[in-house]
């Protein structure tokens, strides 16, 4: 065989060992993506459960321990156990559920008078009953809804409600910092000194009013806190800032200085402020959910400068004009 004939030869062997050492290091790659993509995702089944919309993950957690759940045809009445919710067949009292509920965000203006829990053993008006009027907006439709954090019945403002157990949970966290602004009307005025307690951190009973005056005091310090005069008078209005949010913390800080609190009303959570009318509620856009997303990862975020109509005091002057 010429010398031409033999490189020839030797240069297509070459290119076919190529190809095949080519599609032996392609081939692998590609199956070991798809078998990480095909892993099942496996989650606690109350999570599963609260996710769905069935219930709270603590209620889901009875429903699992009454035996009114099945996974895959077999009845599970035990804690702990994990399951993939997008390849087992789950159901609870026989029905099948349907995956996650898709997301919802709502900013709710809590009038005084209502209770932020899902159901009150004395009947008084809650908060979700103010969500059961028709929702505008993408996501019109009823879903099970939980308030983050709490306004107490007296207290009004701005309340989250969700069906974002992770984000709630997130956003409750005092490692988190999320900025959490109110209008105070205080009884008497303050001093000076007094003030300055609060913005440094002052201490207050730990816990509800009811186990403190049982006996069982727990003191502890509150977070630095900002304090602006708002409205001057014999009963004046001050701005307050708090990063936590400790069981009617805002009342206990004043009393520490020998003040009362008269009203309350949250104006601000994180990046958002107060621009419904009492008892109404709006849906949250994209960009305010990335906002709330972000202050709960403790990252620092800024509520747009003009400050809307619900989250200011009306002036003396218009609420005259108004009675006549």
């Given amino acids: 065989m010429s010398n031409p004939a033999v490189r020839r030869m030797r240069q297509g062997m070459t290119k076919a060992m190529g190809g095949q050492?080519?599609?032996?290091?392609?081939?692998?790659?590609?199956?070991?993506k798809q078998e990480k993509q095909e892993q099942p995702k496996l989650e606690r089944l109350q999570k599963i459960l609260a996710g769905a919309g069935v219930a709270s993950r603590r209620k889901a957690e009875e429903i699992i321990l009454a035996g009114r759940v099945q996974v895959n045809g077999k009845v599970v009445s035990e804690l702990g156990t994990r399951h993939d919710a997008a390849?087992?067949?789950?159901?609870?009292?026989?029905?099948?559920?349907?995956?996650?509920?898709?997301?919802?965000?709502?900013?709710?203006?809590?009038?005084?008078?209502?209770?932020?829990?899902?159901d009150d053993p004395q009947k008084r008006p809650t908060v979700m009953d103010l969500m059961m009027k028709p929702k505008s907006g993408p996501h019109g439709d009823r879903v099970r809804l939980y308030p983050v954090g709490r306004l107490d019945y007296l207290s009004e403002g701005l309340l989250?409600?969700?069906?974002?157990?992770?984000?709630?949970?997130?956003?409750?966290?005092?490692?988190?910092?999320?900025?959490?602004?109110?209008?105070?009307?205080?009884?008497?005025?303050?001093?000076?000194?007094?003030?300055?307690?609060?913005?440094?951190?002052?201490?207050?009973?730990?816990?509800?009013?009811?186990?403190?005056?049982a006996g069982r005091r727990d003191r502890i310090l509150?977070?630095?806190?900002?304090?602006?005069?708002?409205?001057?008078?014999?009963?004046?209005?001050?701005?307050?800032?708090?990063?936590?949010?400790?069981?009617?913390?805002?009342?206990?800080?004043?009393?520490?200085?020998?003040?009362?609190?008269?009203?309350?009303?949250?104006?601000?959570?994180?990046?958002?402020?107060?621009?419904?009318?009492?008892?109404?509620?709006?849906?949250?856009?994209?960009?305010?959910?990335?906002?709330?997303?972000?202050a709960a990862a403790g990252k620092k975020v800024a509520p747009k400068k003009r400050v809307p109509e619900f989250a200011q005091l009306k002036t003396p002057g218009m609420k005259k004009r108004r009675q006549l």
């Fill in 160 to 213: 989250l409600m969700t069906n974002d157990g992770e984000l709630a949970n997130s956003l409750s966290k005092a490692a988190a910092g999320v900025e959490k602004t109110y209008l105070v009307k205080v009884s008497g005025v303050p001093a000076e000194a007094g003030l300055e307690q609060i913005r440094r951190g002052i201490v207050i009973d730990r816990g509800r009013l009811d186990e403190v005056r």
């Fill in 21 to 32: 050492a080519e599609e032996q290091k392609q081939i692998p790659y590609g199956n070991d």
């Fill in 87 to 118: 390849r087992d067949h789950i159901r609870v009292d026989g029905k099948l559920l349907k995956g996650p509920e898709a997301r919802r965000y709502y900013l709710l203006n809590k009038p005084r008078g209502y209770v932020t829990t899902l």
């Fill in 222 to 294: 509150t977070a630095p806190a900002r304090v602006e005069l708002v409205r001057a008078g014999d009963n004046p209005w001050y701005q307050v800032t708090l990063t936590e949010g400790r069981n009617r913390q805002l009342r206990k800080m004043f009393e520490e200085i020998g003040h009362h609190v008269e009203k309350i009303r949250r104006i601000g959570y994180g990046a958002l402020r107060l621009d419904v009318p009492p008892g109404e509620f709006r849906e949250l856009t994209p960009g305010e959910v990335m906002a709330l997303e972000r």
